[in-house]
């Protein structure tokens, strides 16, 4: 099931005709908001937005990986991943079942 794809601008648009607040003032609080998180997230620290889910920066440490094609061993250098949870609500909810209770 392929669907498509929220957009920056989508985002802005939407806070534009729910809050009433003229466009640009809609980007710049979609601006700010994504900057906040991002800021947070490239800090180590982890976002959690409640009845959503959380985005965590977790460190992943040197390991051996195999290209596939050759079978040729490589290291793989320490790096910083990041991973979202969704919250219990929002599994519910993409499940149809709107009903649970919130984290």
């Known amino acids: ?11 802005c648009e939407a806070v534009y005709q729910k ?9 710049e609080l979609v601006e700010t ?9 490239v800090s180590g620290e982890t976002v959690k937005l409640s009845s959503f889910g959380s985005f965590i920066v977790r460190e992943k440490g ?3 990986g195999r290209n596939p094609k050759t079978g040729v ?3 793989i250098t320490p790096r910083r991943v990041l991973v979202f949870k ?8 993409i499940n149809g079942d709107d009903t ?4």
């Open 62 to 64: 040197e390991r051996i």
């Open 1 to 11: 099931m392929a669907g498509r794809t929220i957009t920056r601008a989508d985002l």
């Open 19 to 27: 809050l009433g607040l003229s466009r640009a003032e809609s980007s």
């Open 86 to 93: 969704p919250s219990n609500v929002m599994k519910a909810r």
């Open 33 to 41: 908001v994504l900057k906040e998180i991002s800021d947070t997230l």
């Open 100 to 103: 649970a209770a919130e984290d």
């Open 73 to 75: 061993e490589v290291p």
